[in-house]
């Protein structure tokens, strides 16, 4: 399978495509679709490429105890966990209304289905990509399932082990080749040295045949910024309207502005990182005109004197000739004319010098 592949219907990733960016609304909608809908109209204003939620089917992701267990946290929403996920958690008929929303304002619309009856449902909703959450990334039967449905897929690594990550590929290989791996820490806010950036780099070494990204929880853009520079091809950020609202995640999350400046941010380095090839560019001839050097004559050299390096020096010059790179091939050659001292040797001038795309 090639490093890229069709995330979304129209939209490669990987090699040269340009970086996918996914706004993770998560549960910082409140519970409220009107804010869940202005959330994805404002993923879309800033420019990302796709809005995400968290789906869960309650009963199928948490045992009974779990959603029994009282939460007296200041960003509860209820007395118990179960509650609190209930309050957060929207219906099926909701997700239909957001998904149809999103198409309407022309942004994709995934989500992370955080148990296996939550894949189900994103299944039939007919989601471009599943998103694998950090929690469920070594959940094995949970991936085998999820990629058999043969979807693309996007697999998020926090808490994990490289070997763990290694058993990861192999289970969603198997059966489905359509699929990336982000580097994450699972931390809210995420410190910088807790980062790790570098696993980017040992992710393309171990799975060279699927492209990279980073999920990030960290405050400020520069980090993802850094990500994409060393080759992300996907990132996926949290993002809020208010960093102040009751909620674990929003501290951790982009407010509209600093997402709108992530989006062009990666616009331009993904502009920036241009062509592996190194010529000089027909933007940098005004500067060479003005400032290349070339070899001159250190003294005055006679017709027919083999030139050595003593003879010769570097200079801004008129008329351009010889670049200083070639200095060392000119000794041992003759002169065919007469050149006046502080004058510019040319290929007319030197013997046996033949003219490329280096010499004037």
Same mark, same amino acid.
């Given at each position: 399978?090639?490093?890229? /592949?069709?995330?979304?219907?129209?939209?490669?990733?990987?090699?040269?495509?340009?970086?996918?960016?996914?706004?993770?609304?998560? =549960?910082?909608?409140?519970?409220?679709?009107?804010?869940? $809908? $202005?959330?994805?109209?404002?993923?879309?204003?800033?420019?990302?490429?796709?809005? $995400?939620?968290?789906?869960?089917?309650?009963?199928?992701?948490?045992?009974?105890?779990?959603?029994?267990?009282? &939460?007296?946290?200041?960003?509860?929403?209820?007395?118990? &966990?179960?509650?609190?996920?209930?309050? +957060?958690? /929207?219906?099926?008929?909701? &997700?239909?209304? +957001? =998904?149809?929303?999103?198409?309407?304002?022309?942004?994709?619309?995934?989500?992370?289905?955080?148990?296996?009856?939550?894949?189900?449902?994103?299944?039939?909703?007919?989601?471009?990509?599943?998103?694998?959450?950090?929690?469920?990334?070594?959940?094995?039967? &949970?991936?085998?399932?999820?990629? $058999?449905?043969?979807?693309?897929?996007?697999?998020?690594?926090g808490m994990q082990s490289m070997d763990t990550m290694r058993k990861v590929y192999k289970t969603v290989k198997a059966h489905n080749s359509k699929f990336c791996v982000l580097q994450c820490t699972s931390s809210y806010p995420l410190k910088p040295e807790e980062v790790n950036l570098r696993i980017i780099l040992e992710f393309q070494k171990e799975f060279p045949d699927i492209p990279i990204g980073y999920s990030g929880h960290e405050t400020g853009i520069f980090i993802t910024v850094a990500a994409v520079a060393m080759g992300a091809k996907v990132v996926e950020r949290h993002v809020t309207l208010d960093k102040s609202w009751k909620g674990s995640d929003h501290k951790a999350s982009l407010e509209p502005k600093e997402l709108a400046e992530l989006v062009q941010a990666i616009r331009t380095v993904e502009k920036a990182m241009g062509s592996p090839v190194k010529n000089m560019l027909s933007c940098e001839m005004s500067c060479h005109s003005k400032l290349g050097k070339f070899v001159v004559a250190k003294v005055a050299i006679p017709k027919g004197t083999t030139l050595t390096l003593d003879m010769l020096t570097v200079k801004v010059a008129e008329p351009k000739g010889i670049p200083p790179e070639e200095i060392y091939s000119l000794v041992g050659k003759k002169v065919n004319k007469d050149i006046a001292a502080d004058s510019t040797l040319t290929t007319a001038t030197v013997e046996n010098c033949a003219k490329n795309d280096k010499l004037y």
């Amino acid at each position: 399978m090639p490093l890229t /592949f069709e995330l979304c219907p129209g939209r490669m990733i990987g090699g040269d495509h340009p970086c996918f960016i996914i706004a993770e609304i998560g =549960q910082n909608h409140q519970g409220d679709i009107e804010i869940a $809908k $202005k959330m994805i109209r404002m993923a879309k204003e800033c420019g990302a490429d796709c809005a $995400k939620l968290q789906k869960s089917e309650l009963e199928s992701r948490f045992n009974k105890e779990a959603l029994l267990r009282p &939460y007296t946290s200041e960003h509860s929403w209820g007395a118990t &966990y179960g509650d609190h996920k209930r309050h +957060l958690e /929207f219906s099926h008929e909701q &997700y239909r209304e +957001l =998904q149809k929303y999103a198409k309407e304002i022309g942004i994709f619309f995934t989500a992370s289905g955080m148990d296996e009856m939550a894949v189900e449902f994103l299944h039939k909703l007919n989601v471009p990509f599943f998103k694998v959450a950090s929690a469920d990334s070594n959940n094995l039967p &949970y991936l085998e399932k999820t990629a $058999k449905n043969g979807r693309p897929m996007v697999i998020s690594s926090g808490m994990q082990s490289m070997d763990t990550m290694r058993k990861v590929y192999k289970t969603v290989k198997a059966h489905n080749s359509k699929f990336c791996v982000l580097q994450c820490t699972s931390s809210y806010p995420l410190k910088p040295e807790e980062v790790n950036l570098r696993i980017i780099l040992e992710f393309q070494k171990e799975f060279p045949d699927i492209p990279i990204g980073y999920s990030g929880h960290e405050t400020g853009i520069f980090i993802t910024v850094a990500a994409v520079a060393m080759g992300a091809k996907v990132v996926e950020r949290h993002v809020t309207l208010d960093k102040s609202w009751k909620g674990s995640d929003h501290k951790a999350s982009l407010e509209p502005k600093e997402l709108a400046e992530l989006v062009q941010a990666i616009r331009t380095v993904e502009k920036a990182m241009g062509s592996p090839v190194k010529n000089m560019l027909s933007c940098e001839m005004s500067c060479h005109s003005k400032l290349g050097k070339f070899v001159v004559a250190k003294v005055a050299i006679p017709k027919g004197t083999t030139l050595t390096l003593d003879m010769l020096t570097v200079k801004v010059a008129e008329p351009k000739g010889i670049p200083p790179e070639e200095i060392y091939s000119l000794v041992g050659k003759k002169v065919n004319k007469d050149i006046a001292a502080d004058s510019t040797l040319t290929t007319a001038t030197v013997e046996n010098c033949a003219k490329n795309d280096k010499l004037y």
